[in-house]
DNA sequence: TTGTAAATAAGAATGATTCCGATTTAACGC
DNA sequence: GCGTTAAATCGGAATCATTCTTATTTACAA
């Protein structure tokens, strides 16, 4: 999913165009890693002097709902990243620059067998460590 | 290992022995499962009103440290049990009783492969849902 | 018993996130 | 284009988990 594709999604389900939201969208779109609504805030006043806090949550999190971007808990800290499109797999998370690999190895065939009476609503598989950049 | 071993743990590692600090770890020894900060406080507060969340927290991260207790993070807030003895291996957690169930399958050793040139240091396989007494 | 460092209490401070009331704006129909 | 209206935004207060600070208390070794 582009960010063309993105943003009509975004009118199909009844939610206005703006352009806070397609420079948010596109910074999530350009790069490939986990972001804090920090992160988010400090690039958007360059061109939003005083955009507050409550505008990034509530996109973030309208984001989320909408799918278009998937949130992980790092540090006390929310963190956000596009949503990606190939078929289910886990990342990679680089913990000095954000930056993910896709991992293609998923646990949860194996695991089923030893959940017969549980309800499975989710999982997480992360593996945390430093990219070659950061090494 | 037990609550003794523990608290004889601690005191070799030049910590000192008190009431409060073996009240919290029988809470967690008494249990299998994941509780907040907010839980050990209620629960610590029949016998010693009062107690501020400080010593809670400081003790609660001593433990860590000491590698009595384990931790992660769910739902924006820091979640706490005892430390596993048993071999390496990863938990199914309630989302509604904060239970766990062992999960003896890891994934790390078919991942290795995929990740040459990164430098490895955790990783996280959790799995979310209601326990068979939740469902 | 006493000295001292560790532990604790109480409450202020911090940092992420959410809420609220007032204002602005996108989008729709005319 | 113009007016209407619900959605979006702003600015700042509120909230919630967690940490810090300062003064006081306590465990325990000598």
Known sequence: MNLQRALEELK?????????????LRFFYEQNGYRTARDVKIMMEDKYPGISFDTIYRN??????LNLLEVTELEGE????????????HHFIC????????????????????LQ????????????GKCPACK
Do not use: W
Not at 60 to 65: A, K, Q, R
Not at 78 to 89: D, I, L, T, Y
Not at 117 to 128: L, S, T
């Open 78 to 89: 929310k963190h956000f990243r596009m949503k990606c499109e190939s078929k289910h797999h």
């Open 12 to 24: 199909e389900k009844g939610h206005k165009y703006t352009d806070k939201r397609e420079d948010l």
């Open 60 to 65: 973030l999190h309208l984001f989320v709902d």
């Open 95 to 114: 913990l000095d620059c954000g930056k993910t690999k896709e991992i293609h190895t998923c646990p949860m065939q194996q695991v089923s067998g030893e």
């Open 117 to 128: 009476d549980y309800a499975i609503e989710n999982h997480k598989f992360e593996i945390y």
